[in-house]
């Protein structure tokens, strides 16, 4: 593929809102995660909730779209100075040539189930101020983002579960490269809400403690929520030094709606296509940003695929310790804690996981290394066997 740059890009989850947040929690191996409280949810767990989403008030234009999902998005836009870059773009493209393709597994689906609460008694009508096109409905997060950055290019909204906003940077490059647009706003938002919290909790997913990944005593996830927002250009717009988008792989082995395949063929598949479309090796690949749920079956799953294309040299971690599992935004995320390894020469460790299950053969960090980082490779793999792997770094 033909690399382009992330020129922009913006990020809030439970470590704080901002990169500059983002990266400070993990140089300092701190982990947003806390004992659940989130409204009235009665699962003992532990939850990455985002501080003063309630106090998040949209833009009068865009009121029709209040829900937790577009508050969170729109606490994530106005950071890192990203709003005001996306003006930019479109002094450059027009407004017209900007794409905008983004990511999300419940969208504001706390909305409605709040609705259901005030349903008219007699009729069992929901509340007269409830807007499901602009709240619950998948393409909510898209409609508002396109609305406040001022875009009007093509777009559209990925919703694969975990890899919905990995995905969306194939998406992105596929539609510059067919000449639909010149730039892209990609990204996504996934904000907690009780059907998500108890569905996991269904599924025996639900760790009672902050989650482990690769932990010997791992025994399930931590639910977070979070935004993140990237844009990506033509790398001819690239400045020295700048990360390139370099290369995606996506697959789907449809193993079973919840489990991954136990010997991660959709993740090798999907790994091996990242680095071909990059045109590198693996061993050109410094360090890896691992899906990492810290569930048993899928830390042991991506475990042996990255032990088949990697081998066990290569270092790795996830970082869903310090931010929960992000779901939908879980893609965008670590795209970005990708980007900060490259500009920082941070690898970030574990946090809360102890000690590696012996029985997994990676290189995985459990503390934080510092090393030069010119090419990292980050996976999200989501339910349904859909898979996405990412490849960022600087030119050659």
Not at 29 to 34: E, I
Not at 41 to 63: E, F, K, N
Not at 89 to 101: E, L, S
Not at 379 to 393: A, D, P
Request: aromatic content about 6%; some cysteine; charged content about 20%.
């Amino acid at each position: 593929m033909q690399p382009l740059v992330i020129s922009r890009y913006c990020a809030a989850n439970s470590l704080g809102a901002g990169s500059d947040a983002l990266f400070s929690a993990l140089r300092e191996a701190q982990s947003g995660l806390k004992r659940c409280d989130f409204e009235t949810a009665a699962v003992d767990t532990y939850v990455g909730a985002v501080p003063g989403i309630d106090d998040v008030r949209l833009r009068p234009d865009l009121r029709d779209y209040d829900c937790r999902n577009n508050r969170l998005a729109q606490l994530c836009l106005e950071q890192d100075g990203f709003a005001e870059g996306i003006a930019g773009a479109r002094d450059r493209y027009g407004a017209g040539r900007i794409g905008f393709f983004l990511g999300t597994s419940t969208s504001g689906l706390h909305t409605t189930e709040l609705a259901y609460r005030h349903r008219d008694p007699d009729t069992g009508a929901l509340p007269a101020g409830y807007h499901y096109a602009e709240t619950q409905n998948s393409y909510s997060v898209a409609e508002f983002v396109r609305r406040y950055l001022g875009l009007s290019g093509s777009g559209f909204v990925v919703s694969s579960a975990c890899s919905s906003s990995a995905k969306v940077f194939g998406s992105a490059a596929r539609m510059i490269a067919a000449g639909v647009c010149d730039a892209a706003v990609v990204g996504g938002a996934d904000s907690l809400c009780l059907m998500t919290l108890y569905g996991f909790h269904s599924l025996g997913l639900t760790s009672r403690e902050p989650c482990r990944p690769f932990g010997a005593d791992r025994d399930g996830i931590s639910i977070g929520e979070g935004a993140g927002f990237a844009l990506v250009e033509r790398a001819d717009r690239a400045r020295p030094g700048a990360v390139l988008l370099l290369g995606i792989g996506e697959s789907s082995d449809a193993y079973h709606m919840s489990t991954p395949h136990p010997e991660g063929l959709g993740a090798k598949r999907a790994m091996r296509e990242a680095l071909d479309s990059a045109g590198l090796e693996a061993s050109d690949i410094d360090y890896i940003n691992l899906h990492g749920t810290a569930t048993r079956s899928n830390d042991a799953s991506e475990d042996k695929a990255v032990l088949e294309v990697f081998g066990s040299q290569t270092p790795c971690s996830s970082t869903k310790g310090a931010t929960g599992h992000l779901l939908g935004a879980a893609g965008i995320t670590e795209a970005i804690v990708s980007v900060l390894a490259i500009e920082h020469g941070l690898m970030p460790g574990s946090v809360h996981t102890r000690s590696v299950d012996p029985a997994l053969k990676s290189n995985y960090l459990l503390e934080n290394r510092d090393a030069k980082v010119r090419r990292v490779l980050s996976n999200s793999f989501g339910f349904g066997g859909s898979n996405c792997s990412l490849i960022l770094g600087t030119a050659r």
